[in-house]
């Protein structure tokens, strides 16, 4: 079974700064996909950022970044110039290419600071 | 462009009670979901649907049901409601088709409290 782990249950950062959050994840399989996806208080879950298995290239929306290492099985997500509607919970999801099953990781807390 | 709904947005019941909560989409997708989503474990898929008529269990599908009768709607009965079904319950949809679409567009959420 596909696990997916946040090892940061918290983490804070001063606005304008960058900020990197951490995913790991277990799968056999080569042919994948990985998203970012974001809870503010709002309680919405809204996609952020998505990463096919296949594409060496990281991928870019905006001030949102990822770090992709496939070989490690890692998957970070950077934040940069931080804003004060950045702060939200995050969570780390994948698919595997044959399935549509989101697996979720237990989330990271961003704050960001004035 | 009402994207996904659902409704009640919240909603007390009790211990024994059957209660459904609706999920709608106007967009067509070919796959829907539900999650309950509970502190300390992230999301947790219940159950999910490929199209009408077609569902299957998730991770956590003890004490649920669901249907599809149509292709935008996708309703979760709680046949008898208990305490530990205690949550936030997320609907999500994502299309079918070829290849590179799977990313899930989530409902609002609905707060369920059994006492």
């Known amino acids: 079974a596909q696990t997916v782990t946040q090892s940061q249950p918290e983490m804070s950062v001063q606005e304008a700064e960058t900020v990197t959050l951490s995913c790991t994840y277990d799968?056999?399989?080569?042919?994948?996909?990985l998203f970012w996806y974001k809870q503010p208080p709002s309680r919405q879950m809204i996609l952020v950022i998505r990463?096919?298995?296949?594409?060496?290239q990281n991928a870019t929306e905006n001030r949102f970044s990822v770090n992709f290492q496939k070989a490690a099985k890692s998957f970070s997500l950077k934040i940069s110039d931080s804003q004060l509607g950045d702060a939200a919970m995050y969570f780390c999801a994948y698919v595997r290419g044959s399935a549509r099953q989101l697996t979720f990781g237990s989330g990271t807390q961003l704050t960001v600071l004035p | 462009d009402a994207g996904i709904t659902q409704s009640p947005r919240y909603k007390i019941t009790e211990t024994g009670r059957q209660v459904t909560l609706m999920c709608h989409q106007t967009?067509?997708?070919?796959?829907m979901f539900w999650y309950r989503q509970d502190l300390g474990h992230g999301l947790r898929l219940i159950y999910y649907s490929a199209a009408a008529d077609i569902t299957d269990k998730g991770e956590v599908p003890d004490g649920y049901v669901v249907s599809r009768s149509k292709t935008e709607n996708f309703p979760l009965t709680l046949e008898s409601a208990t305490r530990s079904q205690t949550s936030v319950y997320f609907c999500?949809?994502?299309?079918?088709?070829?290849?590179?679409?799977?990313?899930?567009?989530f409902g609002p959420g609905t707060r369920l409290t059994v006492t």
């Open positions: 967009w067509s997708h070919s796959y």
């Open positions: 990463q096919e298995a296949y594409k060496q």
């Open positions: 999500a949809s994502s299309p079918g088709g070829g290849q590179g679409v799977y990313e899930q567009y």
């Open positions: 799968t056999s399989e080569s042919d994948y996909y």
